[in-house]
Each structure stands twice: as structure tokens, then as C-alpha cells.
């Protein structure tokens, strides 16, 4: 027999979920659903296993030849007054079954309205209560029947006086099976009572719908719980009504209760479910609107479009056009890359539906509402229910007109660099030709400027020799005879003569830092300055000084050089000092390819504002006086540091020291006259 999954789909804005649509067939009742005109658009499969009919059969008016000829009437004439009033109802009838006989159903149906309380649709569900039924008929031919029927009934069947308590005349073995006690705890005057076992929550509400059933001689029936002995609290549905005397009093209530636990869970569940449902339908809905792509979800194998999201009037310029089949997305108008029109079957969407094929970022021209073309990828997809059957297809479109504008600009932006760049190359390797013969005539310069210089210094040094060596002659043979003014004099000019040969000296070894260079490799700073140390031992003693050194790196350097600059910044740290000992600290740190070295004092420091200067040769902030030296080692100091690739500074306060900061590379760097292996 055909599934019906057809109905229910066209009168939804999306496919019965699979879930919904296991759950509603797996229930042993009869379930249906209509549209907001009372229409039917579902019937779940125990309907049509229970009356024989087809999908066919049942469409439109169809499923009404399963109404007894008695009953047709009142059930319709029942069905349109709840669509008028929007009310749920309840019905008993007789629906006739694949095999001609008729069985009572008891119906229950109410509205599903939406949020603004319109009614969407209507949801129904049919009880077979035939066994019920025919009990509540034959009660009146005799108690012996009465008893007989009530122990096949699949509940409770009892015969109760109207009092407080529901003193029971009868009631039927299945009690013990619905609260724990067997029926004789029930029975006349004993101490328990069916009453004391309904919830608390509940009991008035029961009270109140038998007695207003009683007084207007209807049926009652009743959804409440009940305590059993266990302490589990169980649904019940109770179905019950007054027999009455000859005389119009109430003799006693005769009535049945089923166990409905389970269908009350499952309802609570169906609910639930339900609720998941439309919450994950809203979901669904605001996410495909915040999209910024544009969103079509289609029904498969028809290719009906069931939606399309804001996108696409973005993309396409007009609102979403429905398609009931797939020729109709001719709708939308789109050109391939070459320039031809695509076709309805062409659609990544139609492809999907029809073939399921997986379509990946195919690119299409839009032709948009007001005749512009907006370049587009179009990605598409089938999707499959639980047994793989392919219901459905979505397809997105993702606007990538921008883009494509960007990547053309950027392969115009690509060729003018590649042309940029191969003019800067030739203008490189000319300007690298050119700084090739320029390093050459200044390698031969730097040649000449050392022979020059160990030739001045011989040449100048030679003179300062004799001079002191004549002027000891002079002083050691004839120095009585010079007379004190003699002598001083002669002190003064060999003072001049050890100034000038210390000043060559430091001329020849600041000319030497980058013509007799050596090579880079690694140097340990620690054992640097442990050297420097030991060289300046005695110094430091006669001071009081002391020298902190931290932890200190191996970096890359001339070890020669490296060793002459903490020398000179450390000896400078003793020579520049206050007449109170002093600590002198050098630590280091290491900050990724770099070494920041400082060498503080607590010397006289000097004003900052003359930072530029005492970096340059022959520069001096104190008196030669008291402090000696040529003015030459900081300018030395800078120089190392320059070929090493490195800065120098320095932050000084008057009175309160100084600090000396270097910044070396911890890798090799090509700087001015170096080289390394």
C-alpha cells in the first residue's frame, strides 16, 4: 500500500520530519490530520491498515465511507461544528474495517495554532473503544454478563455507589494490576477506597466532571492519576456514566478506567518532540536568513522549491519564485562563463534533485531583475532520510562579483610589480656591480689607510722615543744642574711625550677595528668578561669596588673586539669614580635575534645632553688633570659595536653613574668591514 507521506508533505512548508513521521507510525492508535478547514491532508498507517483504503481512496471526502450510516451525520455535523467554534471535540462512532464490520472508535481532535493564534491545522487520533462500548450496552442484561465482560476488558471495569468515597459495588480483578490492591480492599464498607488513590493534584477535578456529568446524563470521561501501592504515579482514562432508576435518582456509576501510562508518556514525548520541532524549524528559519548567501531547499524527486531565503533577492534582485517542477526554475535566468544560457536541467539544484549529484562552486552570471549580471558559485546538494532515500535537495549561491572585480585588479596589480620588480632587480645588480667596485676600492683604501697608519705611528713614534729617552738622560745625569724649575719642566714634556704615544696608540687600534678584523664566530661573554676582570684585579681592589656580572650569552663576534669594548666600558665604570667605592653591575638579556648588554656605575655620570659627543674621538667631559686618557675609548667603543651590527648608548645622571647599553645581534649580520667563517 502506498505510504502517505504525499498528503502530509503538501500542506507543509517543509517534509515530515523522519523522526515525527516513525513516531506517528509506530502508534497503536489511528492518527490524522486536516487542514485549518477541516480538510484531511493525513492519516497515519494503522488507518489504513484498519479500513483497507488507499491513499487514493481516501483523498477529499473519501475517508467518510468508513462511517456507519447511523453515526455519519452526527460525526460530521459534530467535525464542522469544531471547525466553526475552534474547539476540541470528542466523539464516539463506528468505523467500518477492511472486512465490512464496524467497530466504536471513541475520537478526539483539536486545533494546532500558530503563535498568533491562528488555527494551522487540525490533529486527530481514534481510539478503538469497541470492546468498551459494547460493555457499557450489555450492562444492563444482567450483573452475571456484566461480571463476565468486565474481566476481558483490557482495564478496570467497577460499579460504584455516588458518595464521597466511591463506595464500590463491583470492581474487577484488573484493579490490582492499575494500584497494588487486590479488588477486595475496595469492596463495601472496607476502610479503602478508590478515591483515596487518585492524586491529590486531581481529586476535585474528578469530583467536579463525574457530578456535572450526573446531573446533565452524559457520558464522563476523565484523564487523571493515580497513586499505586509503589508509590509510581500513573495516567488513567476513565469512561463512565449514572444508571438510574425508574424514578430519575442515581442507583450507582458504572464505568471503566484504562491504564494510559505509557500513551501519556508518549504523548508527553510526541509533545516534546513536536516542540523540538518547531523550535529547530524557527532555528532553521533565522539562520537561512541571516545567510548571507542565497538558499533554495527543494523536494525530491518533483524538485518542488519549498523555500528560498533573503539571499536571493539580494542575488537575483526580485523576491523567491516558487517552482512546482523542475522546468519551471527557468525562472531563473543565469549565463555560464561562455556566455550560454543555462538551462532549467542545468541548475546545480535540478542536478542534485534529479541525479544526486554534488555540485562544488560552479560559477554562473545572474542575470538580476534589473538587467545587470552578478557573477555567482553555485554549491549543491542531495539529502537522504534515515533509509538513504533521497527527499530532498539544497543548493547556495554566493555572490563573488566583488571578488572577481578584486582578482582581476590584483592580476593587473601582479603585473605591473613583476615589471617593477624586474626593473628594481636590473637596478639592483647595477647598484650590487657598483658596491662590489666600491667595497674593493675601499677594501685597497682600508689597505692603505693601515700601511699608512703603522707607518705614521712608526715614523711619529720613533721621535717620542728619543725625546724620552734623552729627557731620562737628562734628568738622571744633570739634574742637579737643571735647578727645580728645570726638572719641572723636563716632567712636563715627558708627560707630553707619554700623552702623544698613548694618543698614536689609540688612533692605530681605532683604525685597526675594521682593517685587521677578525673573523665571526662564536664568543662567550661570560669568559670575556672574567678576563676583563682579572686584567683590571688590581684596580679594582685599590678602589673597594665591587662587580656584579649576571648571566651573560654566547653570540656571534670577533672575540679580540668584543674583549677591548667590555675593557673600555668597564675600565671607563673604574676610571670615572667618586671618591666612595662603588658597585659596578654587567648583566645581559636576550631578547629573540637580539642581546641588549649594560655595564652600570655609580661613577660621576655626566649630563646627558653631551650623549652624542663622547662617542666621538678625542672628546672628553673631565679634566685631564685628574682622570687620564686621550678621549678615545668610547669612540673605539662605538666603533666595535658598528661592525658587530649593533647600537651604543647611554643613561647617566650627574653625580649618580652611568649606564652604558649595547645591543648586539645574536646571528650573524653583514656590517661595515666584517666577516665571518
Known sequence: MTHPDALLAASQPFPILPDTATLMEVLPHIVWISDSDGWPTYFNRPWYDYTGLSVEATQGRGWEVVLHPEDRERYLARRLEAVRTGEPYVIETRFRAADFSYRWHLGRAGPVRSPEGQIIHWVGTCTDIHEQKRATIEADEGELRFKSLASNVPGVVYRCALDEHWTMVFISERVLELTGYPAGDFMGTTPRSYASLIHPEDAEDVERNVIRAVQSDETFELEYRVIHMNGEVRWVHERGQAVKSSRGTVEWLDGVILDITHRHQAQQERAALLEQVQAERTLLFNVLEQMPSAVWLAEAPSGRLLLGNEGVRRLWGHGFLPAAEIKEYAYYKGFHPDGRAVEAHEWPLARAVKDGEVVHEQEIDVLRADGSLRRATFSAAPIHNAEGARVAAVVTGTDISERKRAEQAIRALNADLEHRVEARTRSLKESQSALQAFARQLEFSNRELQDFASVASHDLQEPLRKVQAFADRLKSRYAAELG??????????????????????????????????????????????????????????????????????????????????????????????????????????????????????????????????????????????????????????????????????????????????????????????????
Open 484 to 677: 727645580d724649575d728645570g726638572r719641572d719642566y723636563l716632567d712636563r714634556m715627558q708627560a707630553a711625550a707619554f700623552r702623544m704615544q698613548a694618543l698614536i696608540n689609540d688612533l692605530l687600534s681605532l683604525s685597526r677595528v675594521t682593517s685587521r678584523a677578525q673573523p665571526f664566530g662564536p664568543v662567550d661573554l661570560a669568559d670575556i668578561v672574567q678576563a676583563v676582570v682579572c686584567d683590571l684585579e688590581v684596580t679594582i681592589e685599590r678602589q673597594g669596588a665591587q662587580l656584579r656580572v649576571g648571566a651573560l650569552p654566547v653570540l656571534p663576534g670577533d672575540a679580540t673586539q668584543l674583549r677591548q669594548l667590555m675593557q673600555n666600558l668597564i675600565g671607563n665604570a673604574l676610571k670615572y669614580h667618586r671618591d666612595t667605592p662603588q658597585v659596578i653591575e654587567v648583566r645581559a638579556e636576550v631578547n629573540g635575534d637580539s642581546c641588549v648588554i649594560e655595564v652600570q656605575d655609580q661613577g660621576l655620570g655626566f649630563d646627558e645632553k653631551y650623549l652624542d659627543r663622547i662617542f666621538t674621538p678625542f672628546q672628553r667631559l673631565h679634566g685631564r688633570g685628574k682622570y687620564e686618557g686621550t678621549g678615545m675609548g668610547l669612540a673605539i667603543v662605538r666603533k666595535i659595536v658598528e661592525r658587530h651590527g649593533g647600537t651604543i648608548t647611554a643613561r647617566s645622571t650627574p653625580g649618580e653613574g652611568s649606564t652604558f647599553i649595547v645591543s648586539l645581534p645574536m646571528t650573524y649580520q653583514t656590517g661595515p668591514g666584517e666577516r665571518h667563517d
